[in-house]
């Protein structure tokens, strides 16, 4: 259940491997919630002072996050959901846990390009950001950025010019605007692709989330490109970790005096990809993605939509079929979770213990045998509908 990912995800004191170990160990949070401490200390590389985080056991804080989520329209994806990226999920460190708002894209299925670069930068830097960001998107591509002021919102503007999608992974809430000049880029992005995040609403953009993020930028993309980079910058931290990855790099190489253009030129002489116009990085992806790509001047194929959507309104659906439950064999605790669903808006499976008052373990046993004979539908962030109309 989610309360047990938020709460897993939120102890203080553990590292993401330390999770990751945990989850490959009991299988679940839930499971490692009701272990005790002995077995708890059999999961690899834990130490005595990471049991004893794992012993304190209030659920309020993640039950807030839930409601606050809830509210903002926010998902949940877990590194167990279908939906969550494999491409993602094969990197060294994955996230546990993703805050999701607006359509996810199915990254697997596309030639997504993580774009970066300074927040100092110049208007070269901030002309190229946009003309890449319109290009990458305008052949097909996805472009994927940080949100942070500078080339990562220039990326992100040129991508929404071309009519096409943007994702924008953060550092901080998804509730939380920074810098505040972006609010209403927040809110278009949010409405033409989606927010990602692996911190949970309310929490406030701190220095050391950044790096964390850009594993995620990187790892949710087929290649990095750098725009503006001085020899130290955060857009070297992300080129690094796509290296490590197994992602390609690329450059926009600039005057070999400015500061500005230091790291990308430095990663040009490394063996980066030299990047003038958007089809540079595309055509080495072209083959991979015939269905989603085309160079400039042809006319592009229009990206089927994919991936899951978090808004509830849904197309018009025909009739549902009508089942009698009786007739159907179902047993008691089936009945009692299809009577408690809704047929249109999706119910969170902790909404539906509270409500029908049966055990954890039962409801879930029961919903996947429901899933299975086709009479409710798993929305993303295991949230349930009814598939059927049920005969009184």
């Given at each position: 259940?989610?309360?047990?990912?938020?709460?897993?995800?939120?102890?203080?004191?553990?590292?993401?491997?330390?999770?990751?170990?945990?989850?490959?160990?009991?299988?679940?949070?839930?499971?490692?919630?009701?272990?005790?401490r002995?077995?708890?200390?059999?999961?690899?590389?834990?130490?005595?002072?990471?049991?004893?985080?794992?012993?304190?056991h209030?659920?309020?804080?993640?039950?807030?996050?839930?409601?606050?989520?809830?509210?903002?329209?926010?998902?949940l994806?877990?590194?167990?959901?279908?939906?969550?990226?494999?491409?993602?999920?094969?990197?060294?460190?994955?996230?546990?846990?993703?805050?999701?708002?607006g359509?996810?894209?199915?990254?697997?299925?596309?030639?997504?390009?993580?774009v970066?670069g300074?927040?100092?930068?110049?208007?070269?830097?901030?002309?190229?950001?946009?003309?890449?960001?319109?290009?990458?998107?305008?052949?097909?591509?996805?472009?994927?950025?940080?949100?942070?002021a500078?080339?990562?919102?220039?990326?992100?503007?040129?991508?929404?010019?071309?009519?096409?999608?943007?994702?924008?992974?953060?550092?901080?809430?998804?509730?939380?605007v920074?810098?505040?000049?972006?609010q209403?880029?927040?809110?278009d992005?949010?409405?033409?692709?989606?927010?990602?995040?692996?911190?949970?609403?309310?929490?406030?953009?701190?220095?050391?989330?950044?790096?964390?993020?850009?594993?995620?930028?990187?790892?949710?993309?087929v290649?990095?490109?750098?725009?503006?980079?001085?020899?130290?910058?955060?857009?070297?931290?992300?080129?690094?970790?796509?290296?490590?990855?197994?992602?390609?790099?690329f450059?926009?190489?600039?005057?070999i005096?400015a500061?500005?253009?230091?790291?990308?030129?430095?990663?040009?002489r490394?063996?980066?990809?030299?990047?003038?116009?958007?089809?540079?990085i595309?055509?080495?992806?072209?083959?991979?993605?015939?269905?989603?790509?085309?160079?400039?001047g042809?006319?592009?194929?229009?990206?089927?939509?994919?991936?899951?959507?978090t808004?509830?309104?849904?197309?018009?659906r025909?009739?549902?079929?009508?089942?009698?439950?009786?007739?159907?064999?179902?047993?008691?605790?089936?009945?009692?979770?299809l009577?408690?669903?809704?047929?249109?808006?999706?119910?969170?499976?902790?909404?539906?213990?509270e409500?029908?008052?049966?055990?954890?373990?039962?409801?879930?046993?029961?919903?996947?045998?429901?899933?299975?004979?086709e009479l409710?539908?798993?929305?993303?962030?295991?949230?349930?509908?009814?598939?059927?109309?049920?005969?009184?």
């Open positions: 259940m989610l309360k047990f990912w938020i709460w897993l995800s939120e102890l203080r004191g553990l590292q993401n491997q330390t999770r990751l170990a945990l989850l490959h160990h009991f299988g679940s949070p839930e499971a490692v919630f009701y272990a005790d002995e077995e708890i200390l059999l999961t690899d590389g834990m130490t005595p002072e990471q049991a004893a985080r794992l012993t304190d209030d659920l309020a804080g993640a039950q807030r996050i839930l409601g606050r989520c809830e509210e903002l329209g926010i998902s994806l877990t590194i167990q959901d279908a939906a969550y990226p494999r491409r993602l999920l094969n990197i060294y460190d994955p996230p546990c846990l993703l805050y999701v708002r359509r996810l894209p199915a990254f697997d299925e596309e030639a997504a390009v993580a970066v300074t927040r100092s930068c110049t208007p070269y830097g901030v002309a190229c950001a946009e003309k890449l960001g319109y290009g990458i998107a305008r052949c097909g591509g996805l472009v994927v950025s940080g949100l942070a500078g080339i990562d919102s220039a990326a992100l503007r040129g991508a929404l010019r071309s009519d096409g999608r943007a994702v924008a992974v953060l550092g901080n809430g998804l509730d939380v920074y810098p505040r000049e972006n209403y880029l927040y809110e992005v949010a409405a033409a692709g989606c927010l990602i995040s692996e911190y949970p609403p309310g929490t406030r953009p701190v220095g050391s989330h950044f790096p964390q993020r850009n594993r995620i930028l990187s790892g949710l993309s290649a990095a490109l750098v725009v503006e980079a001085p020899e130290r910058s955060g857009a070297l931290i992300t080129a690094a970790a796509a290296l490590e990855q197994g992602r390609d790099v450059a926009v190489p600039g005057p005096d500061p500005a253009s230091v790291g990308c030129n430095q990663l040009i490394d063996g980066a990809g030299l990047v003038s116009d958007a089809w540079d595309l055509r080495e992806y072209e083959g991979r993605f015939p269905e989603k790509l085309c160079a400039p042809q006319t592009a194929p229009r990206p089927q939509v994919t991936g899951y959507q808004e509830k309104a849904e197309p018009a025909p009739a549902k079929p009508l089942v009698d439950p009786a007739a159907r064999g179902l047993t008691d605790d089936q009945t009692a979770l009577r408690a669903m809704d047929e249109d808006t999706p119910m969170l499976v902790d909404d539906l213990i409500q029908t008052g049966i055990p954890a373990r039962r409801v879930l046993s029961a919903l996947t045998l429901l899933e299975i004979e409710v539908t798993q929305h993303s962030g295991k949230r349930y509908t009814r598939a059927v109309t049920l005969r009184e």
